[in-house]
C-alpha cells in the first residue's frame, strides 16, 4: 500500500509516505524497545497509533488489523502518542516572540482584515468515557462526559498554544484563566508585542486575541457584544470580529474531521487520553506546514483566481497544483509586517491610553471610519440603518 496506493494509504494513517518516513526518521530512536522476545518494530507502533488516531477504531478491531495483542496495542499507543507529542512539540509550536506575534498579526490583518490580532482562542468538548470516582466532575452541559481542549490559533489554523485536561463542567472562561497560557498573559510573559499606531488611526492600540462571549473582555482580549438588540456599529464590530474568531472553530473542525478519535468517546485512561489529544494536535500542525501533505485527489475541489497557486489549479496537462488558503497573499502579509516592525520599533508603550474595554470601543469606531466595501452588506445590516450613523 506505502508504494502502490497512496490514496488508499493517505486515507489509512492520514499522511504521506513521504511524510510517514520523515516522522518515523525523527521518533524511531525513542521507539526502539528491546525484549527476549521479538519487540514490535518502531515503524509498526507509529502506524498502529497513527491507525488509532485517523480511525478511532477500538483496540479490538486493531488487533484483528496488525495482529498483535490488545493489550500491547493500548500500550503502544499511549507510548508513542506521548513521544510523537514531546518531538514534534518543539518543531511545530514556535516560542513565544516578538517576531513571531507580528507575523500572526500580519497574517490576521491580510486575510481576515483584523489589525493587531495575534490569536483566535476557544475551547472543544472531547468526548470520553465517565473516569473512575469522578461524579458529575466530567459531565457537561451537553449531556455527556468530555474534558476541555483549550486551543489558540493563529490566521491559518495552526495551533499556537493546546490546553488539556479540564472537566468539561468548566465554563470555556474559567478553562481559559486557568490555563498556563492565561497566566502567562496576566504576568506579561508571552513576551508579545508593546502597543503601536494602528495604521489609519493615530492611536496607540495593544495587541490582543479574540474569543467568544464566553471569555471575559479585557485590554488582550476582544470578545463580541452581547444582546439581540445591538445597535447597525457593534453588529458590525460582532462580525468583524466573528470573521477573525472563527479560524479556531475551522481548526478544531479540520483537526476533529482528520481525526475519526474525536468522533467518539475515547476508550481510555484520562491521563492516556490527553496525550492522544495532544500528539493529534502536534500532528495537525505538522500537516500545515507540510505543504505536500494534501488530501487525496477524488475528495479536493478546484478553484481558480488572481492567485491561483494558492487555490486548487488544474493545468493544461492535467496536473493538479494544491492550494493553501483562500485569502492567502504572502506579498501582501510580508508589507504588514515590514510596517508592523517599523512602527514597533517607533512606538512608545507609555503614551497607550487604550486599556480594557476601551479597546473594543476603539474598534467600533475603527471599523466604520476604516470600513470595506462590503463589510454592511455581509453583516446583513441594512442601508437605511447605515446611512444614520
Known amino acids: 500500500m506505502k508504494k502502490d496506493d497512496h490514496e488508499k494509504f493517505y486515507e489509512t494513517f492520514r499522511m504521506t509516505p513521504k511524510c510517514f518516513d520523515w516522522l518515523l526518521n525523527l521518533v524511531q530512536l525513542f521507539l526502539e524497545k528491546r525484549s527476549f522476545r521479538k519487540p514490535v518494530c518502531p515503524g509498526e507502533r507509529l502506524a498502529i497509533t497513527l491507525k488509532f488516531l485517523a480511525s478511532g477504531d477500538s483496540y479490538l478491531t486493531l488487533e484483528k488489523y496488525f495482529l498483535v495483542s490488545e493489550p500491547t496495542i493500548s500500550l503502544v499507543v499511549s507510548e508513542t502518542s506521548a513521544v510523537l507529542w514531546s518531538c514534534l512539540k518543539p518543531i511545530v509550536f514556535k516560542k513565544s516572540s516578538i517576531d513571531t506575534w507580528l507575523e500572526c498579526a500580519s497574517e490576521f490583518e491580510s486575510m481576515w482584515d483584523f489589525p493587531h490580532c495575534l490569536g483566535a482562542i476557544d475551547g472543544k468538548h472531547v468526548t470520553v468515557h465517565s473516569p473512575p470516582l469522578s461524579g458529575s466532575r466530567f459531565f457537561n452541559y451537553k449531556k455527556f462526559f468530555s474534558f476541555i481542549l483549550l486551543g489558540v490559533c493563529d490566521a491559518k489554523m495552526k495551533f499556537l498554544m493546546v490546553d488539556v485536561g ?54 488582550h482580549i476582544l470578545t463580541p457584544f452581547k444582546g439581540k438588540f445591538l445597535s447597525p456599529e457593534k453588529r458590525l464590530f460582532n462580525y468583524r470580529l466573528s470573521r477573525s474568531r472563527r479560524q479556531i472553530e475551522n481548526a478544531f473542525g479540520a483537526l476533529y474531521k482528520r481525526y475519526g478519535i474525536f468522533q467518539k468517546p475515547l476508550q481510555t485512561s484520562l491521563a492516556h487520553a490527553k496525550s492522544i489529544v495532544l500528539s493529534a494536535c502536534a500532528l495537525h500542525n505538522l500537516h500545515l506546514m507540510d505543504e505536500e501533505s494534501s488530501t487525496p485527489c477524488r475528495t479536493r475541489r478546484y478553484r481558480c483566481n488572481k492567485h491561483g497557486k494558492y487555490h486548487d489549479d488544474l493545468k493544461a496537462d492535467g496536473t493538479i497544483v494544491y492550494g493553501r488558503f483562500k485569502g492567502e497573499d504572502p506579498a501582501k502579509e510580508e508589507e504588514i509586517l515590514h510596517r508592523l516592525e517599523e512602527d514597533v520599533t517607533t512606538s512608545n508603550p507609555e503614551d497607550t491610553t487604550l486599556v480594557g474595554t476601551k479597546v473594543t470601543e476603539f474598534f467600533v469606531d475603527f471599523f466604520i471610519d476604516n470600513e470595506i466595501p462590503w463589510q454592511w452588506k455581509s453583516a446583513g445590516i441594512p442601508t437605511c440603518e447605515v446611512s444614520h450613523l
Not at 465554563?171 to 504576568?187: E, I, T
Not at 495587541?207 to 462571549?213: R, S, Y
Request: proline share 7%; net charge positive; charged share 25%.
Open 166 to 219: 479540564s472537566s468539561g463542567s468548566r465554563g470555556d472562561g474559567n478553562v481559559f484563566h486557568r490555563s498556563k497560557f492565561a497566566k502567562k498573559l496576566k504576568k506579561h510573559q508571552l513576551d508579545l508585542p508593546p502597543p503601536c499606531k494602528l495604521y489609519g488611526s493615530s492611536e496607540n492600540v495593544p495587541f490582543f486575541f479574540v474569543g467568544d462571549a464566553a471569555f471575559e473582555r479585557g485590554s
